[in-house]
C-alpha cells in the first residue's frame, strides 16, 4: 500500500503544479495548432501571399494590366515579360496580379453573403418547424434539384453579363447548401436541456436562437465557409470562361483562362492564371480542414 502511495504521489505533486501553471496564450495555442497541421499552415501562408499581393499589385507589377503593345504579342516567358504576353501584347504577370484584386474579394463577399442567408434561413427553419419548415426546405429542393453550375449558368445568361449578375447567379444557387446544413444541426441542439430549460423560463425565440442555439452551429458554418470561398471563386472563374462573368478587358483568372483557350501552342496564357486559381482554391481547402480539426472536440479529446 505504501509502495502504492509513493508512486502516485509524484503524479499528484505534476498535476498541482500544471493547475497552478499560466494557461498558454492564444497566440501560442495557434501556432502549436499550426506546427502539427502543415497544411493548414502553407494554406494559410499562401491566401496571406495573395491577400498582400492583391493589396500591392498597383506598386509590384511592372506594366499596366491593359496596356496593348503589338509589338509584344504572344511572346513566351522570359526575362521583360516573367508570364509572357497574350494576344494583344498585355503583361500576363501584371493581369494575374491585377486578377487578384478581383476573384478574391468576389469570393469572399460571395460566400459571406451565402452564408449569411442560409444560415439565417436553416436556423428559423430548423427552430420553428412546421409549415414554415416544410416552405423553406421546399424551396432549397427546389434549388437542388438542378445541378450547381447549369442553375448558375442559367441565371446568369438570363440576367445579362457583368460581374454583379455573375455574383447574384452563384449567390441563389450557393444558400441552399448552408440552409441544409445548419437545418440539421438545429434540430440536434434544440432537443437539449439546456434549450428546453431556456424554453421553460420563459426565454424568447429570438434570445435562444442567438445565445444558446447559434454559437454551437458556428463552428460548422466556419469550416464551410471557408471551404467555400475557394470554390466560389472556382465557379465564378467558370462563368467567367464561358463568358458570363467580367468583360474580356477585365483582368480576371478566368477571363484570361477562356482566352488563352483560342491558342493551345501559347500554353502560359492558360498555365499562370490557372495555376492562380489552383492555389487559391487548394489554400482555403487546407484552412477549413484545420478548422475542422480545431473545433472538432473529440480530435481535441485525443491530443490531450
Do not use: C
Not at 498582400?52 to 511572346?75: E, G, H, M, T, W
Amino acid at each position: 500500500m505504501n509502495v502504492e502511495l509513493d508512486q502516485l504521489s509524484p503524479k499528484v505533486d505534476q498535476m498541482q503544479q500544471a493547475e497552478l501553471l499560466p494557461a498558454p496564450s492564444w497566440l501560442k495555442l495557434t501556432w502549436r495548432f499550426l506546427r502539427r497541421n502543415p497544411l493548414t499552415l502553407i494554406g494559410l501562408v499562401v491566401i496571406l501571399f495573395w491577400i498582400s499581393i492583391a493589396i500591392l499589385a498597383p506598386i509590384i507589377a511592372p506594366y499596366n494590366p491593359i496596356a496593348q503593345v503589338f509589338k509584344d504579342r504572344n511572346q513566351a516567358p522570359n526575362p521583360k515579360h516573367f508570364f509572357g504576353t497574350d494576344e494583344l501584347g498585355r503583361d500576363i504577370f501584371s493581369r494575374v496580379l491585377y486578377g487578384a484584386q478581383l476573384s478574391l474579394p468576389i469570393g469572399f463577399i460571395l460566400i459571406l453573403l451565402a452564408s449569411l442567408i442560409g444560415t439565417a434561413v436553416g436556423l428559423i427553419s430548423g427552430y420553428f418547424g412546421g409549415w414554415l419548415d416544410e416552405v423553406m426546405m421546399r424551396l432549397t429542393d427546389l434549388i437542388f434539384a438542378f445541378p450547381t453550375i447549369i442553375l448558375a449558368m442559367t441565371i446568369a445568361a438570363a440576367l445579362g453579363r457583368s460581374i454583379f449578375n455573375s455574383v447574384i447567379a452563384i449567390l441563389i444557387v450557393w444558400w441552399p447548401a448552408y440552409a441544409r446544413t445548419v437545418r440539421s444541426v438545429v434540430l440536434t441542439v434544440k432537443s437539449q436541456d439546456y434549450i428546453l430549460a431556456a424554453r421553460a423560463v420563459g426565454a424568447k425565440s429570438g434570445w435562444i436562437m442567438l445565445k444558446q442555439i447559434f454559437p454551437n452551429i458556428l463552428g460548422t458554418v466556419l469550416v464551410i465557409t471557408f471551404i467555400d470561398i475557394g470554390n466560389g471563386i472556382l465557379i465564378f472563374s467558370g462563368l467567367s470562361f464561358l463568358g458570363l462573368g467580367p468583360k474580356p478587358t477585365d483582368s480576371e483568372w478566368g477571363v484570361m483562362t477562356a482566352a488563352g483557350v483560342s491558342n493551345l501552342d501559347a500554353w502560359w496564357r492558360t498555365t499562370f492564371p490557372g495555376l492562380a486559381i489552383a492555389s487559391v482554391v487548394l489554400a482555403f481547402n487546407f484552412i477549413g480542414d484545420g478548422l475542422r480539426d480545431l473545433l472538432d472536440p473529440r480530435i481535441k479529446q485525443t491530443e490531450h
